[in-house]
């Protein structure tokens, strides 16, 4: 279900709200409030050592228990891609990201407690020499280090994943 959906009366005065087209943004007719459903950012990086191996997670929480990921998560407010990029990748797998190169931007729906999120996701490449130092820890059960072509997509969490990871193998 879309955010929107539950949004049955206005967060400012609580009028009780209309029924719309779920994607259109939220107004109160009476005081004025006006709410954007925009996607919320994430960034994830394809992180290569020097073998040619990447680092791939494996997620310990819904949605995509269980399955693959480059490592990653939301950007927080205030935060660069970059900056909460690094964040994430430290705290989900202790290593220090250093020169991040930009990659592109997917589009993606994120499925958490009955709610669908739109979310875009920008990918980087990264760099490492300090694979020895990666460690599994939140939300992550494993990790391996996998030749980018040797990944099966169908063990991808999501499916703007699937696709950076299909071009990104084009291209690294
Ligand atoms: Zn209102």
Redesign the pocket.
């Known amino acids: 279900m879309h955010p929107r959906t539950f949004f049955q009366h ?1 967060p ?4 009780p709200a209309p029924e719309v087209l779920p994607k259109a943004p939220f107004y ?1 007719e ?4 006006l709410y954007y459903f925009n996607p919320a950012i994430a960034a994830a990086a394809l992180i290569l050592r020097e073998d040619g191996a990447a680092l791939f997670i494996r997620r310990s929480k819904d949605p995509g228990r269980g399955k693959l990921a480059m490592p990653g998560g939301f950007i927080d407010p205030g935060e660069s891609a970059e900056e909460g990029l690094r964040r994430e990748v430290r705290e989900e797998v202790n290593l220090e990201l250093d020169r991040l190169e930009y990659f592109g931007s997917f589009p993606n729906e994120y499925a958490y407690r009955g709610v669908t999120y739109q979310v875009l996701d920008l990918y980087f490449f990264a760099k490492t020499n300090l694979d020895h130092q990666a460690k599994a820890l939140d939300d992550v059960d494993a990790f391996e280090w996998v030749l980018p072509a040797s990944v099966d997509l169908n063990q991808i969490a999501f499916s703007s994943m699937r696709t950076a990871l299909e071009r990104m193998r084009k291209k690294g």
């Open positions: 206005c400012r005065c609580g009028l109160c009476r005081c004025s409030f």
